[in-house]
């Protein structure tokens, strides 16, 4: 539909020239002939006009588009005269703009006002041309490379992203792998093997530690160890290898279970005295589960009781042959006491790890992975990291979780001071705004603001992930319906061996086209942290048979998401597994009331969307939950918080007694003095 401008010009109390003028300078297309325009461009100058004329007053200054309508219009003022005649071709208008450079490397996000300062565009051409794509900025405004790219262009000037940055999205996912990126072949270089030590406790893992970092380590600094920093390096025969200094499955699957890989081979201690035991054969499950090779240390053969061979054959049940009968597993028989055998164990660590073909990056920025941190008193909030591509340097800016900062200080477990940390290099780094979370990944970026806008985005997600609980098992009947979950891997807790068997029985016999169910680990006993990192880790439900799952663990079932469900008749537990299965369990859709808020002013009235300013007046109100419209107490309409607004920041959640700006969409436009009820909707499962 076209609409005709004098018509526009009458119904906006303007002329005609000045709707050309604004036409022109916002570069939108018209027929100049029938002074005729879109529908859609009317709205805009509608838009555009009307909130020129009317009284944008403060409270309307603290709403998004009120400001950017401000600066669009003083940069017009500006700018009206130089190029009053521009409603010609885009290339003549482009090639008349200010723009210094044709190439941009920026991050994930940037500001307008940064774009526009790095680039040489006009803050308002930019703003203009955002509009033109449906899109609302004010100068603050954030946006994301895409959007960033695409505006640009227009503009002659080409983005792109910086090759060693991951995307915040890829940063807040701990994607470790899209943040390290794909180097180029030629500049990988062989990097030191990572190594976990694993077993039965007392079996001797602290020992074995301790013998061969005190035999072998680097910058032999011994005597200053005062503090545990989780991981040191050894020198074997001119070779680097790398020990994390925490041993145990535990801390390596809760690690695994925050999205970040830092072990390559995983030593399997076993006492040669005592054999394989439950925390043997759960580490067995845990390192296979992860894809780790395993070389076993088989330990304390300096022990008169010590039968090294009955503990292999123990082993190959649990499917770890040795090489010597034929099997591809390497045992090697050592004494942390004595020290016998551990030459052969570093021999065969690199070995393996030459098998492995391990490479890094060493010349691009830094990558690493918390492995521990602290608050220490006289450096504040430090960490240890393990740096998986890139070298660190003092002085570079770094993002760690939700923590930022510049490198101080960086130092090994020695003490020793580093300027700078290769690939699979363990530093204990100072410097940090605050302590970050033991599996977080540190990441060079280009300053600070960045590094605090990376931060400040996964504290956000974080924030918003404890509010919104996990739906999984939701997820998961989808990704068994959708085909992409083919196999659905379950840890299976017994009260006893005899109901494993019976349960494991009938699981094998539940049938699915498409899904085969696989038991990754079992055991007897109680349900443990380290079952719920690992069902965490491997996207395993977590099922218990007559057993218990003690009170101090339910925050960690929450705060990792996992299905844990707990039964006492093995007709439930195989036909709920079927259920789910089938794609039987829908999820019920379950009301969630939120707050309840007052309209006390409307600013903006657009065809779709509203501009409101709201008191809130007791609950929360989130950024895009539902409202109900109440009128004299009824219900009038329904409708929708687009974006919501606290003074000029755009925020995602507002408290009770606050006022704010929100944009509002709905079945009816509110008017001042109505009530608005928010609530939202979430899915629930009906059983299992
Ligand atoms: P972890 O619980 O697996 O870390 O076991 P530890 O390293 O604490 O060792 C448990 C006990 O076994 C300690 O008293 C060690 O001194 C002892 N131990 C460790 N390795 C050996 C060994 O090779 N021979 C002997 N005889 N004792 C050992």
């Known amino acids: ?55 944008v007053d403060v409270v309307a200054g603290k709403v998004e588009e009120s400001l950017e309508r401000e600066i669009v219009k003083s940069q017009r003022k500006k700018t009206a005269g130089k190029d009053s005649n521009k409603n010609q071709s885009k290339a003549k208008d482009v090639a008349t703009l200010p723009t210094k450079v044709d190439k941009l490397e920026i991050g994930d996000v ?116 005062t503090q545990h920093i989780g991981a040191y390096q050894v020198e074997k025969n001119g070779k680097l290898i790398t020990f994390l200094d925490t041993p145990g499955h535990e801390a390596f699957t809760e690690m695994r279970s925050r999205g970040a890989k830092v072990t390559d081979i995983a030593i399997l201690v076993v006492s040669a005295a005592e054999g394989v035991k439950p925390t043997t054969i759960e580490a067995i499950n845990h390192a296979k589960e992860a894809g780790v090779p395993i070389i076993v240390a088989v330990n304390k053969i300096d022990l008169p009781a010590a039968n090294p061979d009955k503990v292999k054959a123990e082993l190959a049940e649990y499917g770890l042959q040795p090489e010597e009968w034929g099997g591809d597993t390497i045992m090697v028989s050592v004494s942390a006491l004595t020290g016998e055998g551990i030459d052969t164990l570093l021999d065969m660590i690199l070995l393996v790890a030459e098998v492995q073909n ?192 003690p009170q101090q663990l339910e925050k960690s079932i929450e705060r990792y998401g996992v299905i844990v469900k707990n039964y006492k008749i093995i007709y439930d537990l195989i036909e709920d597994t079927k259920k789910l299965l089938s794609g039987l369990l829908t999820p019920e859709i379950v009301v969630v009331e939120l707050g309840k808020a007052e309209v006390r002013q409307v600013f903006l009235t657009k065809k779709k969307e509203m501009i409101v300013g709201l008191k809130l007046t007791n609950g929360i109100l989130q950024k895009g939950c539902k409202v109900r419209v109440l009128r004299k107490g009824e219900v009038v309409g329904e409708g929708r918080i687009i974006t919501l607004q606290r003074i000029d920041k755009q925020v995602d959640e507002m408290k009770a007694e606050n006022e704010c700006g929100i944009k509002y969409t709905g079945s009816i436009p509110v008017e001042e003095g109505d009530i608005l009820e928010a609530y939202k909707t979430e899915e629930r499962q009906k059983t299992l």
């Open 110 to 225: 940037i500001s307008v006002k940064e774009l526009a300062e790095k680039t040489g565009v006009n803050a308002a051409r930019i703003i203009g041309e955002l509009m033109k794509n449906g899109i609302i900025a004010n100068i603050n405004q954030q946006l994301d490379i895409e959007t960033a790219t695409v505006i640009m262009a227009e503009f002659g000037v080409e983005l792109k992203r910086m090759n060693t940055t991951g995307t915040t999205d890829d940063f807040i996912e701990q994607n470790l792998s899209a943040i390290a990126g794909d180097d180029d072949v030629a500049d990988l270089i062989t990097r030191p093997p990572i190594i976990t030590v694993m077993g039965h406790v007392d079996h001797g893992k602290t020992k074995l530690l301790d013998t061969i970092r005190s035999a072998n380590v680097v910058d032999g600094e011994s005597g200053g160890i």
């Open 358 to 549: 391990l490479k890094a990056n060493p010349s691009r920025k830094a990558v690493g992975t918390v492995i521990e941190t602290h608050l220490d008193p006289g450096f504040g909030p430090v960490a240890t990291v393990i740096i998986n591509t890139g070298t660190l340097n003092i002085g570079d800016t770094v993002v760690v979780g939700d923590a930022y900062g510049k490198i101080k200080v960086m130092m090994n477990h020695a003490k020793k001071k580093y300027k700078n940390a290769p690939p699979s290099t363990p530093v204990l780094i100072a410097g940090l705004s605050k302590s970050p979370q033991t599996g977080d990944i540190l990441q060079v970026l280009e300053d600070e603001k960045t590094a605090r806008d990376y931060a400040l985005h996964v504290a956000t997600f974080r924030n918003d992930q404890r509010i919104t609980s996990a739906t999984t098992m939701v997820d998961l009947a989808q990704k068994i319906k959708t085909g992409e979950m083919q196999v659905l891997k379950v840890i299976l807790k017994t009260d006893t061996k005899g109901s494993f068997e019976a349960i494991k029985q009938s699981l094998e016999k539940v049938h699915h086209d498409e899904v085969m169910i696989k038991i990754i680990h079992s055991g007897v006993g109680n349900i443990k942290e380290s079952d719920i990192a690992m069902a965490s880790a491997s996207d395993a439900i977590l099922l218990g048979f007559h057993v218990e799952i």
């Open 1 to 55: 539909m076209v609409v005709n401008i004098k018509d526009l010009a009458v119904k906006l109390d303007s002329s005609v020239e000045e709707i050309t003028k604004v036409l022109n300078e916002l570069d939108f297309g018209y027929d100049k002939e029938n002074l005729q325009v879109d529908d859609d461009i009317a709205e805009l100058i509608e838009d555009e006009l009307g909130t020129t004329k009317s009284d």
